[in-house]
Nanobody
C-alpha cells in the first residue's frame, strides 16, 4: 500500500504561483509513475501532468503546458507540481496519483484545494 498526502494548496491571485507537494509513505515511489489530476466543481477529474519513474520524461495537459512543472525527488519520496501564471480556471481540488502498471497498482491522495481569485 502507498499512502499519498498532498499539501501546498491555498488561495492565490491571478498570475500568482503555488507549489504542490505529494509525500508518499508505505512504499518507495521510485517504482511508480506519478501524476497530478484536478477536479473543479461540477466537472470530471482531469489529467494535469505526469512524470515517469526516473523523472526523465514529463507530460502535460495542453491547458497547463508552459505554466506548470512536475518534478520528483525519489530520495524524499515526494512529487511536486510548480504552478505559475495561475488562472481562475485552474481552481480545483488537485490530486496526486501513483501508478505501477506491472502490479496493477493505483493510488490516490485525498486532494488539496487550489483557488485562484480574480
Amino acid at each position: 500500500q502507498v499512502q499519498l498526502v498532498e499539501s501546498g494548496g491555498g488561495l492565490v491571485q491571478v498570475g500568482g504561483s503555488l507549489r504542490l507537494s505529494c509525500a508518499a509513505s508505505g512504499r518507495s515511489l521510485s517504482n511508480y509513475a506519478m501524476g497530478w489530476f484536478r477536479q473543479a466543481p461540477g466537472k470530471e477529474r482531469e489529467f494535469v501532468a505526469a512524470i515517469n519513474r526516473s523523472g526523465t520524461s514529463t507530460y502535460y495537459a495542453d491547458s497547463v503546458k508552459g505554466r506548470f512543472t512536475i518534478s520528483r525527488d525519489n530520495a524524499k519520496n515526494t512529487v511536486y507540481l510548480q504552478m505559475n501564471s495561475l488562472k481562475p480556471e485552474d481552481t480545483a481540488v488537485y490530486y496526486c496519483n501513483a501508478e505501477r502498471v506491472l502490479t496493477h497498482s493505483n493510488y490516490w491522495g485525498q486532494g488539496t484545494q487550489v483557488t485562484v481569485s480574480s
